[in-house]
């Protein structure tokens, strides 16, 4: 493992990844650094107020952790076609009583300067960036507060692109990831190649040490991804159905469900390119979906949010990597430790 992730004080190389929109939890970091590993909260869709109770949380326990944010790179989509594409679904969100017409088109940045300021404010030993590369100032000012950078990357040229503009390390995402890709250009799906042969290529174009994440979920495909070049790799879906997860239980159950038997991309839930369990909804809307993030993903929060609850898997993003099948319902400083167990 790299010297600069042995320095921030972990000794296991499989990290748990941060997984927004809930899963993650402060339990779930913690976890990660029982296993000797460390973790990441997700800054993303949280308020900045939230996502500093966290920090404050993981911290009092005095373990090594990150803090990764959705850097902005927006995909507008015009007044039109979204009340087009909310026509179309409203039949989904009749059920739970839902108008999609009376949701208003957003296009925000997700509290970007403001978790920055956190961040500037409150420093922790590790950032990471997912969907965009910040500007170069953003990454000097954390490194001048003692933090370390990493860029999500899915491509040898969006790999050079994080280099130049100054980031520590690259977290380097295959295709098999879960949920959001975290593409510069979601309007173009990254290659379907596998994730060693892309930690190889990007390992070519940069010195910077790499942390490989996608479809990793047994301990073979940890020790192949390291061997390929990554210092370190990261973990999420595995992890979905673990005990400190606070993924819901319609997801924890989709998981495990025999008759869900395969994962794809997705752009119906949110305007962006995701890969999650297949369901009817996505069979439904999917050929007819516009790009538009976040403005989609606001647009199908509400409906979501209720399916959830009422266990209605098939109105739900059910965010999952290829390695969806190795998801086990078990401590997660176990599950870690199992993947570790080949090293």
């Known amino acids: 493992m790299h010297r600069m992730f042995t320095g921030l004080g972990f ?23 029982e296993a000797g590993s460390a973790g990441l909260l997700a800054g993303g869709y949280k308020p900045t107020e939230t996502l500093a109770r966290e ?9 090594p952790f990150g803090v990764n944010l959705f850097a902005p ?42 978790k920055i300021d956190l961040l500037l404010a409150d420093p922790v030993p590790l950032v990471t960036f997912t969907f965009g590369l910040p500007d170069r100032a953003v990454i ?16 040898p040229g969006e790999a050079r692109q994080a280099a130049e503009a100054g980031v520590d390390f690259l977290a380097v995402q295959g295709i ?22 892309l930690v190889r290529e990007v390992r070519a174009v940069t010195e910077l040490p790499v942390i490989a994440a996608g479809g990793i979920a047994t301990a073979g495909v940890v020790t192949e991804v390291l061997e390929a070049g990554a210092s370190a790799v990261a973990v999420g879906t595995v992890l979905l159905r673990s005990e400190e997860s606070a993924a819901s239980q319609t997801h924890r159950a ?3 469900d025999p008759a869900r038997d395969r994962t794809v991309l997705t752009r119906a839930f949110t305007g962006r390119p995701a890969r999650g369990l297949d369901n009817t909804f996505i069979e439904r809307y999917e050929d007819v979906a516009p790009l538009g993030y976040p403005a989609v993903h606001y647009l199908t ?9 009422a266990g209605d898997a098939d109105r739900v993003h059910l965010w999952a990597g290829t390695g969806y099948r190795h998801a086990t319902a078990e401590p997660a400083a176990k599950i870690l430790g199992r993947l570790a167990s080949k090293l």
Do not use: C
């Open 301 to 309: 929060s509400p409906m979501r949010k209720a399916a959830a609850a």
């Open 55 to 63: 920090i404050t949380e993981v911290r009092g326990a005095s373990i």
């Open 140 to 155: 000097t000012a954390l490194r001048g507060a003692g933090t370390l950078t990493g860029q999500t990357v899915t491509a």
């Open 254 to 256: 989709a998981l495990a």
């Open 73 to 114: 790179n927006p995909v507008p989509i015009d007044e039109v076609t979204y009340q087009r594409y909310a026509r179309k679904l409203q039949p989904e969100a009749d059920p739970y009583g839902i108008d999609l017409a009376s949701i208003p088109r957003t296009e925000d940045d997700d509290r970007w300067r403001d």
């Open 176 to 197: 098999a990831a879960g949920g959001h890709s975290g593409t510069f250009t979601p309007d173009r799906l990254p290659a379907d190649i596998p994730l060693t042969e």
């Open 11 to 33: 000794s296991v190389p499989v990290l748990a990844a941060p997984m927004a929109g809930g899963p993650t939890t402060p339990r779930l970091v913690a976890a990660a650094a």
